[in-house]
């Protein structure tokens, strides 16, 4: 059962425009969300991260929303840029209850700003 | 150099033979990971490992060995190689703490005849 969930598989946008990807979780223990962008033959890098006790954490052109009650998130990227198209996954992790902070991971979403 | 290395970074061996992929990070995480990625799982969690000598399993651990006698490495054994452990093995490692992020080797690409 995938307890976190990137519907798109892809997603292309105009350079400029606005970039929306989303993901969906469903376990209510999950109180730390990361965005990881990950290039071709690269490892993941870490994007941006919110806790589950916020609804929107900011980073330049990056900006993740949490909506706890629909366990949804998404990352708004303004404007974009050839640079960003990658693979962006989603990751979730229960930082109490000794959890050991694993990660659990979306399948990715695979981004494409055309210029 | 600093950061998280991993070695080698391509590797092709045969059906039954053992395999050791090598993860090495200088800067003395207490928690270290591996994963897998393959073509419609995203990243699935093999092992971690929360300090020296304390390893657990993941979501995926069958086949695979670990081992952390020094903070700074952990190596993934793959006893037996199978044709169904080809994929790309990503290392990871952070502090302990809450909202710390994983930072992540460049991966090693394995493939099994």
């Known amino acids: 059962d995938q307890q976190v969930k990137q519907n798109s598989p892809s997603l292309s946008v105009q350079e400029g425009r606005i970039s929306i990807l989303n993901c969906d979780y469903t376990?209510?223990?999950?109180?730390?969300f990361l965005w990881y962008k990950k290039y071709p033959a690269e490892g993941p890098t870490f994007l941006i991260s919110?806790?589950?006790?916020?609804d929107k954490n900011e980073d330049g052109r990056f900006t993740v929303f949490l909506n706890k009650s629909a366990k949804h998130l998404s990352l708004h990227i303004v404007p974009s840029q050839p640079g960003d198209s990658a693979v962006y996954f989603c990751a979730a992790s229960m930082n109490s209850g000794g959890s050991n902070y694993k990660l659990t991971f979306g399948k990715g979403t695979l981004l494409t700003v055309n210029p | 150099d600093a950061g998280i290395t991993q070695s080698p970074r391509y590797k092709i061996t045969e059906t039954g033979r053992q395999v050791t992929l090598m993860c090495h990070q200088t800067?003395?995480?207490?928690?270290m990971f591996w994963y897998r990625q393959d073509l419609g799982h995203g990243l699935r969690l093999i092992y971690y490992?929360?300090?020296?000598?304390?390893?657990d399993k993941g979501e995926v651990p069958d086949g695979y060995v670990v081992s952390r006698s020094k903070t700074e490495n952990f190596p993934l054994t793959l006893e037996s190689a199978t044709r169904s452990q080809t994929s790309v093995y990503f290392c990871?490692?952070?502090?302990?703490?809450?909202?710390?992020?994983?930072?992540f080797g460049p991966g090693t690409r394995l493939t099994v005849l």
């Open positions: 490992s929360a300090a020296a000598d304390i390893t």
């Open positions: 376990n209510s223990m999950f109180d730390y």
């Open positions: 919110i806790s589950s006790i916020k």
């Open positions: 990871a490692s952070r502090l302990a703490g809450f909202y710390n992020e994983q930072f």
């Open positions: 800067w003395s995480h207490s928690y």
